[in-house]
T-cell receptor, first 110, second 115 residues
Framework: EDQVTQSPEALRLQEGESSSLNCSYT??????LFWYRQDPGKGPEFLFT???AGEEKEKERLKATLTKKESFLHITAPKPEDSATYLC???????????FGKGTKLSVKP | GAVVSQHPSRVICKSGTSVKIECRSL??????MFWYRQFPKQSLMLMAT?????????EQGVEKDKFLINHASLTLSTLTVTSAHPEDSSFYIC???????????FGDGTRLSIL
């Protein structure tokens, strides 16, 4: 069964304290791995797509990496405005539907 | 670019009422649209997938007669929750993409509360 597991469930950081979020997955025939950011009461906002092991993408303080079993979202010197829930999803199947993890809720304190 | 607009953002209504939620892609053609349901501290659960001009494909356990989906154009999909009951209260989110290889872009969701 296709599955996505994110850890930790919640992460509290001080402003400027770098860290990483993990997304491990089991899927037959990975077509892509996606990272989204979701603010409370809002829909997910697209961040990155990764397609193959070894691929890396960067955007401001965020960097996403991919291996054959997991993906990491590295946050460098985070700011309070980076506080949000970060969702990981894998694309699989003939329809290319997304299977989401439960997310990591990130809180960055000033 | 890639903006998806979802309305209404919040609905409060009585049990037995039918509720329609609209999802529009504003600056791209949405070949495929998706409807999700999200419970607190849970992941997004896919309810159905719709391609423009075709019948929606529902996920296992989702009642197609209760959750009516219409995708009549390349920019608009609607979800109608028929005869809604308190257990249908949830956060409903739509998404759209223009091709298989592209990411899904999400609306801001609709908070549905059935009294």
């Amino acid at each position: 069964e296709d599955q996505v597991t994110q850890s930790p469930e919640a992460l509290r950081l001080q402003e400027g304290e770098s860290s990483s979020l993990n997304c491990s997955y089991t899927v037959s025939g990975l077509r892509g791995l996606f990272w989204y950011r979701q603010d409370p009461g809002k829909g997910p906002e697209f961040l990155f797509t990764l397609y193959s092991a070894g691929e890396e993408k960067e955007k401001e303080r965020l960097k996403a990496t991919l291996t054959k079993k997991e993906s990491f979202l590295h946050i460098t010197a985070p700011k309070p405005e980076d506080s949000a829930t970060y969702l990981c999803a894998v694309q699989a199947g003939s329809q290319g539907n997304l299977i989401f993890g439960k997310g990591t809720k990130l809180s960055v304190k000033p | 670019g890639a903006v998806v607009s979802q309305h209404p953002s919040r609905v409060i209504c009585k049990s037995g009422t039918s509720v329609k939620i609209e999802c529009r892609s504003l600056d791209f053609q949405a070949t495929t649209m998706f409807w999700y349901r999200q419970f607190p501290k849970q992941s997004l659960m896919l309810m159905a997938t719709s391609n423009e001009g075709s019948k929606a494909t529902y996920e296992q356990g989702v009642e197609k007669d209760k959750f009516l989906i219409n995708h009549a154009s390349l920019t608009l999909s609607t979800l109608t929750v028929t005869s809604a009951h308190p257990e249908d209260s949830s956060f409903y989110i739509c998404s759209a993409r223009d091709s298989f290889a592209q990411p899904q872009h999400f609306g801001d969701g609709t908070r549905l509360s059935i009294l």
